[in-house]
């Protein structure tokens, strides 16, 4: 039961956090959702992409945390972690990742705005001109957020081999 309560705990975690990323990123640029995404979502409306692309494109990377962190903490014959000591760590990986996203969107924007980086091919034709600088802010904090992600989720599995301070239990 406790490794159940350790996915849900993960995919909950993120599921949240790309419901927060993706309200603030349907409002930079809802072209992002609506041309850069498969049209899953029949509106245009960012608060609805922000929750529908929130939740889809999230809960994935929850189970892909979740079952190797369950292990970890789990398994072998190291104290077991009590799912309750996760909050904390699960955290302070959302934070980090909505820390880069925001970093990276203002690289973004501002190598956008300079001509330093530019919508190509296909993409580049269907967002509007004006809208292209708003676009890859919304890609490179995409893209951030998924890499501190990928990376967290080895951290945390790492972390979850060591010794809680509190709350072990059996």
Sequence with gaps: MKWIAIILMCVATCVVYGVIHDQITARICVDYFTIGH??????????LLGLGWGVLATWWFGVLLGIPLAAACRLGRRPKRAPSTLWHPLFRLSFLSLAAATLAGLFGWIAAANGWVYLVG?????VPAHRHV??????????????????GVIVLVLLGRQRAPLQIDS
Excluded: E, Q, R
């Design 38 to 47: 498969p049209p899953i979502f029949d509106t245009h409306d960012p608060t």
């Design 122 to 126: 296909p993409i580049a034709n269907l």
């Design 134 to 151: 708003p676009f890859l802010i919304d890609l490179w904090a995409h893209c951030a957020s998924y890499l501190v992600g990928f990376f």
